[in-house]
């Protein structure tokens, strides 16, 4: 029987054939059809299977043809490797990046990352470090605030912030103020800006789009520029923004002759510096660029080398550039540490006059908002002990810098890890005898808050309360002129010189024990401490409170010991010397407070290292607690042996020059 019939016949059998169709010519074409493609199908699928293959998988690219790009000359780099780079170069081209000042357990991404289409497995690496970022203001400010960048010279800060204008250009036309202190000590500076400007604004592109027909107009100038000066009152010079830079340089000209006036005729000079106010007076003065079409972004930069005389102006000064989205950048001085005066090196500038160095005091701290470190002496120093670099700038100006999202360029030409001395210290310049890494001091950052602010976070915590009360005391000594040697003529002198030099102590023991007092009403808050800065503060004036204390009442006590009588052990020796001891010896409670003094001090060492608290626990115990007498010869009776006038005094050396007049240091 044929293939057809024997499938008709099955068809026909079925139960429901009256249900199916009639099978036709037509139909058996289709199921040949189906089943040849069907098994075509099969053996294709089962090749992949038979035919050998490499389970390995590799990816090849061919990198396009690129055509080398040499870049200008002007940018090519030296062969030779200089000695000092960055911040510590010569020429003074800082290493002024924008840092982060705030910790953050969270990176964010600021730029948008393109999805890709390959997927694969990356490895999780931990870091340990904390992740840091900037505080966010707005999303129009072009650069986000940073407490401060240190540099040696004025150039490297004008350097960064001629990049920061660059970038301003790129977003939209720009309007730069340029505003300078008056002040003569500012003079140098000041003349360094003048001979850059011409390069920063060729680099700026500003004399090219001068010339160009595109720009004719004074609304469509890529880059506007106006300059004032500042004192008691602000000067604009440039009321009008230009982008003449023959105007421009003319104004610093009319500064640089004002300022020399001051210093010929010191009647002019009014000793006061209200940047705040100028501040807040140029912003309100240009807030039309920003205001009307075509909108501008507006930029400040600062040059002063104080702190400012209005610093209660410095909320107004927020508030407005806040509003107007205006940032300041500040080109100023770094900020002794815990200190408002530091001291300038002056040399007059003249040389017919006496060109020996005077320090004077000048307003350039703190580098906070109150006082937060313990106004305390060191043993045998006066107020003349050497200044600290605090690591940012003076508190207001570093705020405003910060809270519109500018930067605070610490100018300072001596800036070095080792320790300076004033014979060390550039003219005109501050005397800070130690500077402190910057990427260390970062975590100790003040609080950069309002003072409503700041008298909350006080009064949440007791320690630092206590720490700022007793920081607004009078300056605390250590027995200034203390007396050490006690010659023995006879039992009478010996016990009037004893007395004399107990009254020293007696005076300072109220003092210091109300500053030890002051300071322990906040220990049981002292773990609540989580800032590195509050700890190592409070941390380092109890310690040094505790020291001072059981130096002060071991001294009185040891002197009232001797007054008991004592005995000389060699009968040649005529003379009682007191030195400090390892060992308070004075009583139970001063050697449990010494050991109170050991254990804060050694904390700040060890947990605040590379740091001005740290530097100054270390100083504090380089000197022992404790006291102790020893004896010596000194040949005592001599005081009672008539003078010996027989030598005459040597005769005056001839042909000495004459020395040359010393006139008035001006007002700086």
Known sequence: MKLEQRIRQWWFSSPSSEELPLLDGESYAWLASFFVHFLALLLLGTMVFLLPSDPSYRLTSVPPDLEEEFLP???????????????????????????????????????????????????????????????????RILVKGTGSVGTTGAAGAIDRITNEIMLSLEQRR??????????????????????????VYEELGVLEAAGNPAFRRHEDKPLLTSVASFEATTTIHIPRPTDDLAEIQKAMRAIAQKT???????????????????????ALKFRSYRLKAPRRNVMLVVFTDEAGNDYQQIDAAV?????????????????????????????????????????????????????????????????QDDRLDSGFGPFALTRLTIETGGIYFAIHPNRSERFIGRD????????????????????????????GE?????????ARASLVQAATLSWTGQMENIRLRFPKIDEARLAQDLSRAQRVAAKLEPKVAQLVSILRQGE??????????????????????????????????????????????????????????????????????????QLYLERVVVEHPDTPWALLAQRELATPFGWEWIERFTDANRQLRPPNNANPPPPRPENIPPRKPKRPVPKL
């Not at 550039?426 to 001091?441: E, G, I, Q, R």
Request: negative net charge; contains cysteine; proline residues 6%.
């Open 174 to 199: 720009t309007l730069v103020v340029w505003l300078f202190d008056e002040s003569g000590s500012l003079q140098s500076q000041r003349e360094t800006i003048t001979q850059r400007f011409e390069r």
């Open 524 to 597: 049981k808050d002292r773990g609540k401490l989580i800032e590195p800065r509050w700890q190592a503060g409070f941390d380092l004036a109890l310690g040094r409170a505790f020291a001072t204390k059981v130096r002060t009442e071991g001294y009185n006590s040891m002197l009232a010991l001797a007054k008991q009588g004592m005995k000389f052990q060699n009968a040649k020796n005529d003379t009682w010397v007191l030195i400090p001891s390892d060992k308070v010896t004075t009583g139970s409670l001063l050697s449990k407070e010494g050991d109170l003094a």
């Open 454 to 462: 700041y008298r909350k976070r006080l009064s949440r915590n007791k």
């Open 73 to 139: 000359e002007e940018f090519q780099f030296a062969e030779e490797v200089p000695p000092e780079i960055g911040a510590f170069s010569k020429a003074g081209r800082a290493n002024a990046e924008a840092a982060a000042p705030e910790i953050s357990d969270v990176s964010e991404i600021i730029v948008p990352v393109e999805a890709v289409s390959m997927l694969s497995e990356i490895k999780a690496v931990e870091v340990e470090e904390p992740l840091l970022t900037a505080p966010d203001l707005s999303d």
């Open 319 to 383: 508030k407005t550039c806040r509003k107007y989205e205006m940032p300041v950048y500040v080109v100023g001085v770094p900020a002794p540490f815990g200190r408002r005066e530091a001291l300038v090196k002056y040399v007059d500038p003249d040389p017919l006059f006496d060109q020996s160095p005077r320090f004077v005091a000048v307003d350039q701290g703190p580098e906070s908002l109150m006082a937060e470190r313990v106004r305390l002496r060191f043993l045998g120093q006066n107020d």
């Open 260 to 282: 020399a006036r001051v210093m010929q005729d010191q009647s002019l000079a009014t000793g006061e510096e209200n940047v705040f106010a100028a501040v807040t007076e140029l």
């Open 424 to 451: 060390q210290t550039d003219a005109m310049a501050t005397h800070l005898a130690k500077f402190f890494d910057p990427t260390v001091m970062r975590a100790y950052q003040p609080d950069y808050v309002t003072v």
